[in-house]
């Protein structure tokens, strides 16, 4: 290969590991779109997934799958219920990290 081949292979590999660094959206890829309902039933409940700010989204989520196929429900954060949830799952993840 060429001086300029490889000049051109190092800089296609230098572009491409420089693009991985910069976001792709501006406001993160968030699962839940918009503020999300208020409360869900909760004999309708069946897994809970609590997730926290991270790179790809700024705001926590709390997604709640419901039972019978029925789909999944993002709560709002900000809700009474979601707070309790938080809370719980916290004091889980506590309680699991300590018994370690």
Do not use: W
């Amino acid at each position: 290969m060429n001086v300029k081949g490889m000049a051109i292979v190092l800089a296609v590999i230098f572009c491409a590991t420089i693009a991985q660094g910069f976001p792709m959206f501006k406001g993160g890829r968030c699962l839940c779109i918009g503020p999300g309902a208020k409360a869900v039933k909760v004999a309708d409940i069946e897994k809970i997934s609590v997730i926290y700010p991270s790179n790809n989204c700024d705001k926590v989520e709390v997604i709640i799958t419901l039972k019978a196929h029925k789909g999944q429900r993002c709560l709002n954060p900000r809700s009474k219920q979601a707070n309790i949830i938080i809370k719980k799952v916290e004091r889980r993840n506590f309680l699991k990290h300590q018994n370690i």
